[in-house]
T-cell receptor, first 110, second 117 residues
C-alpha cells in the first residue's frame, strides 16, 4: 500500500527564516510526486511534479527536490503570504490513484 | 478562463436526504476525481473516472454515487447511506489516463463544504 508521511505537522517561521518541509513516501515504483499548496477553505493549488530521484524544480521562493525515499520543499526567505498548508502526494505506475499526505501547516510571522 | 467549478460552496443536508454536488471543468481533461477532506487526514479518494460513461470506486466509495455522462461534468451524490457525510469535498481533473507513460498533475476546484443538520 502506498504511504505518504509529511513532517513537521506544523511549522512557524519568522519572515525571512528559511526552512524545509519533508515528505517521506513508500510506493511501488514512482510515476510522479506532487506538491500542492492549500489555503484555508480553498482547493489545493498545484506547485510541482517530480518524476525521478535527483530532480529539482523551483518557483519563486520554493524549491522541491526528490530522492528515492523522500522529497523536500525548501522555502527560502519566506513571506507571510507563503502561509498555507503544503500537501505532498505520490502516484504509482499504471494507476490513476494518487495518495496524499496529511500536510504541513506553515505559518510565516512578519 | 479554464478551470474547475464546484457548486454550491456550502451545502446543508438533513438526515436521510440525498444531495448532489456539482463539478464542471472546461480544461478538456479526460480524468476526473472526487476527494473527501477531513481535519487531520489526507485527501481520500471517493470515485474517479478516466473516460465518459466509465468510473471506478476509490478508497471510500460506500454511501456515494457518481455519473459521467459528459466529459465536462462529474456530479457526486451523497446518499443517506453515508453515515458521516459532514466534510469538505474536492473535485479534480487531470489530462491523461493511467495507461499513458509519465504522470500528470490534477487541478482542483474550490470545494464544497457539506454539513449535516
Amino acid at each position: 500500500e502506498d504511504q505518504v508521511t509529511q513532517s513537521p505537522e506544523a511549522l512557524r517561521l519568522q519572515e525571512g527564516e528559511s526552512s524545509s518541509l519533508n515528505c517521506s513516501y513508500t510506493v511501488s515504483g514512482l510515476r510522479g510526486l506532487f506538491w500542492y499548496r492549500q489555503d484555508p477553505g480553498k482547493g489545493p493549488e498545484f506547485l510541482f511534479t517530480l518524476y525521478s530521484a535527483g530532480e529539482e524544480k523551483e518557483k519563486e521562493r520554493l524549491k522541491a527536490t526528490l530522492t528515492k525515499k523522500e522529497s523536500f520543499l525548501h522555502i527560502t526567505a519566506p513571506k507571510p503570504e507563503d502561509s498555507a498548508t503544503y500537501l505532498c502526494a505520490v502516484q504509482a505506475p499504471g494507476y490513476q490513484k494518487v495518495t496524499f499526505g496529511t500536510g504541513t501547516k506553515l505559518q510565516v510571522i512578519p | 478562463d479554464g478551470g474547475i467549478t464546484q457548486s454550491p460552496k456550502y451545502l446543508f443536508r438533513k438526515e436521510g436526504q440525498n444531495v448532489t454536488l456539482s463539478c464542471e471543468q472546461n480544461l478538456n481533461h479526460d480524468a476526473m476525481y472526487w476527494y473527501r477532506q477531513d481535519p487531520g487526514q489526507g485527501l481520500r479518494l471517493i470515485y474517479y473516472s478516466q473516460i465518459v460513461n466509465d468510473f471506478q470506486k476509490g478508497d471510500i466509495a460506500e454511501g456515494y454515487s457518481v455519473s459521467r455522462e459528459k466529459k465536462e461534468s462529474f456530479p457526486l451524490t451523497v446518499t443517506s447511506a453515508q453515515k458521516n457525510p459532514t466534510a469538505f469535498y474536492l473535485c479534480a481533473s487531470s489530462l491523461e489516463g493511467a495507461s499513458l507513460k509519465g504522470s500528470t498533475e490534477a487541478f482542483f476546484g474550490q470545494g464544497t463544504r457539506l454539513t449535516v443538520v
